[in-house]
């Protein structure tokens, strides 16, 4: 990529009081504390790992806050999960803490949207700079959450512990693309202008409230393991085998789903009567379906 499209960036202060030491346990990650790229590839793979992408906050109508202290609480202490704002932020702030300079950067989404349509400003991402590369850093896009970081150079097709992916221009913007089934699908498009919480808290709100947001109205879940990925959309599970063939099955009733959240997922779920109201009606409306 020209190195005109990468604005140069001064380290951010590590001001986030993050908690390293809980986080490293709840991911699992016992490895060097220094800003290396092999620092950066771990903290990615086990992340997707071991902090499900999840929405159930929006489901439930509970908020979804956006701070580091509310991220820690609910993703580290309480085993809960989170969408693209909460697991790219709280990443950001153990990559900062860590000696990483880190920039916050957000895309509109192309995965199943039909060509022509212009959807808005939705998901987060990040530009992580280790030495003089520069690296997109990602760990919120649910199904298809890249489990390496992916260079900032365009037409390299570039490998990672799942799907290879690259990076292609369009009309002036990046788009993130990853290969499936031999096909390249386009994820998402975006540019290296720099985005704040503000204006993350902006795009999270209208996924939280818009009556036409699909976190309002269905569920999806996801996390990675070494050999594959699991995806939950409303009552379909899906068993993607890494290289191989995907199974689904339906989930059926509110226990089947609270053992697949779980197990499968390795949620430690709200407690609240809420939770199994929305999973039962999760559960009627595919019935109506059909």
């Given at each position: ?32 504390r220094t800003p290396t790229l092999e620092t950066l590839r771990t903290l990615q793979r ?245």
């Amino acid at each position: 990529m020209p190195s005109q499209l990468i604005p140069q960036q001064e380290p951010a202060p590590a001001t986030s009081g993050i908690d390293l030491d809980a986080y490293f346990q709840r991911i699992g990650y016992t490895g060097d504390r220094t800003p290396t790229l092999e620092t950066l590839r771990t903290l990615q793979r086990l992340h997707t790992e071991s902090i499900p992408f999840e929405n159930l906050n929006p489901l439930l109508g509970l908020p979804v806050l956006l701070d580091s202290e509310s991220l820690q609480q609910k993703m580290v202490q309480r085993g809960r999960g989170g969408y693209c704002f909460e697991q790219n932020r709280l990443l950001s702030f153990v990559l900062q803490t860590l000696g990483f300079r880190v920039r916050g950067l957000a895309a509109r989404v192309l995965w199943n949207v039909p060509e022509g349509s212009v959807k808005a400003i939705s998901h987060m991402l990040l530009q992580v700079e280790v030495g003089p590369e520069s690296y997109l850093v990602d760990v919120g896009f649910g199904g298809l959450s890249p489990t390496g970081p992916v260079r900032l150079e365009l037409n390299t097709v570039q490998e990672t512990p799942h799907e290879p992916f690259r990076l292609i221009e369009s009309n002036g913007e990046l788009e993130v693309q990853a290969e499936v089934r031999n096909e390249w699908r386009s994820l998402y498009r975006f540019t290296l202008r720099e985005f704040l919480l503000p204006d993350y808290e902006m795009f999270s709100y209208y996924l939280c409230s818009h009556p036409n947001s699909y976190f309002l109205r269905s569920l999806a879940v996801a996390r990675t393991t070494v050999d594959r990925r699991y995806g939950l959309r409303d009552t379909v599970l899906t068993t993607h085998h890494l290289g191989g063939e995907s199974e689904q099955r339906e989930l059926r009733s509110v226990a089947e789903f609270r053992t697949a959240l779980e197990e499968i997922f390795r949620l430690t779920l709200p407690d609240t009567p809420d939770l199994d109201k929305a999973l039962q009606k999760l559960i009627d409306q595919t019935a109506e379906e059909k």
